[in-house]
């Protein structure tokens, strides 16, 4: 591994005030160069150079985390966000990025970070809490993901969804409850939609 500034090595100089000073041609240069940097596939170099500019890639460079991994968490420090709440291994890019969604949106995501919601149910939960619906009537990973979707949906309408809001219950067959309890449309007059100038031809 390449030994430069003070005797740091690569991995280490990222970290400093002395890396961060350097110009995006030189930050790249001295990576690039490096022993390093090679340890990283095409897909996360591409990354870690993108971030060069405006965030510190020494919280993502890692091994560890894969390309899709490393893009969430620069997303998530471009806009100032607390990374270190999805930032880990252990999470993969679609839960990181449900993650990241809900802390742009201002949501609690303490809700759903959980490892027994997948990243669908994940999702699911933080649109009800966007959409401010109760969600404690669907936040169960009994409840799969489209399941979930259902529930959301019909309370978004306002309908009773304790009528099909249970876990024994398809998604399919969720759908054909919630479809018939829709109050039926409401039928506008066709002269309430025409263009004015042709009212005449109605009269």
């Known amino acids: 591994m390449n030994k430069i500034h003070n005797n740091l090595n690569v991995e280490n100089l990222i970290r400093t005030e002395y890396f961060k000073d350097l110009d995006s041609k030189q930050k790249e240069e001295l990576l690039t160069n490096s022993q390093w940097f090679k340890q990283f596939d095409e897909d ?4 870690i150079i993108k971030g060069l500019d405006n965030v510190d890639i020494s919280i993502y460079a890692k091994k560890e985390f894969d390309d899709q991994q490393m893009l969430e968490i620069r997303k998530g420090l471009e806009k100032n966000l607390d990374i270190s709440i999805y930032a880990k291994p252990e999470n993969c890019e679609y839960k990181m990025e449900q993650i990241r969604l809900g802390l742009e949106q201002g949501v609690d995501v303490s809700v759903y970070i959980d490892p027994k919601f997948d990243y669908l149910q994940m999702k699911e939960i933080r649109k009800g809490l966007k959409n401010n619906v109760d969600i404690s009537i669907y936040a169960d990973p009994v409840f799969t993901g489209e399941q979930m979707e259902q529930i959301r949906w019909g309370l978004e309408r306002k309908i009773d969804v304790s009528k099909y809001a249970k876990p024994e219950y398809t998604c399919e067959q969720m759908v054909e409850i919630r479809v018939s309890l829709l109050p039926p449309p409401v039928e506008v007059p066709i002269q309430a ?9 109605f009269e």
């Open 193 to 201: 939609i025409i263009n004015p100038i042709d009212k005449e031809l």
């Open 44 to 47: 996360q170099q591409y990354e």
